[in-house]
Nanobody, 125 residues
Framework: QVQLVVSGGGLVQAGDALRLSCAVSGRTFVFTHVAWFRQAPGKDREFVAAIKWRPDNSFYTDSVKGRFTISKDNAKNLVYLQMSSLTPDDSAVYFC??????????????????WGQGTQVTVSS
């Protein structure tokens, strides 16, 4: 199986930057994509970004393009979400998730069977 541990959340001010990390362990050779999702209170879980492990390819939801960057460290099995120009609308619990099936990057949460615990990101105005 695959285990994911998320770190790096916190309270920041609007315009600040924050980096989240997702450590992937276990049968890491089987996973093909890692994604970040977020969920704000009273809202559905929302896709943020995803990266394909090999070859390197990434995809973002429109609201974060140009502000967020997903990256990975293959040797350390770490996936990062670098967030900049944060706004209060970015406040949510952020999750990372892993997919073991091949194919194109998907933004559907149901396509990711492995999930880490969430980390709270709060952006004050």
């Amino acid at each position: 199986q695959v285990q994911l541990v998320v770190s790096g959340g916190g309270l920041v001010q609007a315009g600040d930057a924050l980096r989240l990390s997702c450590a992937v362990s276990g049968r890491t050779f089987v996973f093909t994509h890692v994604a970040w999702f977020r969920q704000a209170p009273g809202k559905d879980r929302e896709f943020v970004a995803a990266i394909k492990w090999r070859p390197d390819n990434s995809f973002y939801t429109d609201s974060v393009k140009g502000r967020f960057t997903i990256s990975k460290d293959n040797a350390k099995n770490l996936v990062y979400l670098q967030m900049s120009s944060l706004t209060p609308d970015d406040s949510a619990v952020y999750f990372c998730a892993a997919r073991i099936a091949g194919g194109a990057i998907t933004s559907m949460s149901r396509d990711y069977p492995y999930w880490g615990q969430g980390t709270q990101v709060t952006v004050s105005s």
